[in-house]
Nanobody
């Protein structure tokens, strides 16, 4: 069983930066694809970014390309989401997730483990 714990959320102003972290315990972190998703109030959970197990290929939703960067440190069993030039529309609860298949995908149903989320609020 894999446990995922997110941290790094907070209240920031538009244009600021935040770095989210997701620490994993249990399982074999290096074998998992990892993803970040977010859910704004009243909206469905949506894909933000993912990183594959092999080669660390990365994927992003269009609205965050060029602003967000996903990375992983297998030695620390941690995945990061660096968020720059934040906008009010980035306000959401951010969740990290682990995909046992290792691909790192935008498909929410392919993820096997989820964290509890961390709140990000961007004021205008």
């Amino acid at each position: 069983q894999v446990q995922l714990v997110e941290s790094g959320g907070g209240l920031v102003q538009a244009g600021d930066s935040l770095r989210l972290s997701c620490a994993a315990s249990g399982g074999t972190f290096s074998s998992y694809g990892m993803g970040w998703f977010r859910q704004a109030p009243g909206k469905e959970r949506e894909f933000v970014a993912a990183i594959a197990r092999v080669g660390s290929s990365t994927y992003y939703r269009d609205s965050v390309k060029g602003r967000f960067t996903i990375s992983r440190d297998n030695a620390k069993k941690t995945v990061y989401l660096q968020m720059n030039s934040l906008k009010p529309e980035d306000t959401a609860v951010y969740y990290c997730a682990a995909d046992e298949g290792g691909w790192g995908t935008s498909r929410i149903y392919q993820y096997d483990y989820w964290g509890q989320g961390t709140h990000v609020t961007v004021s205008s």
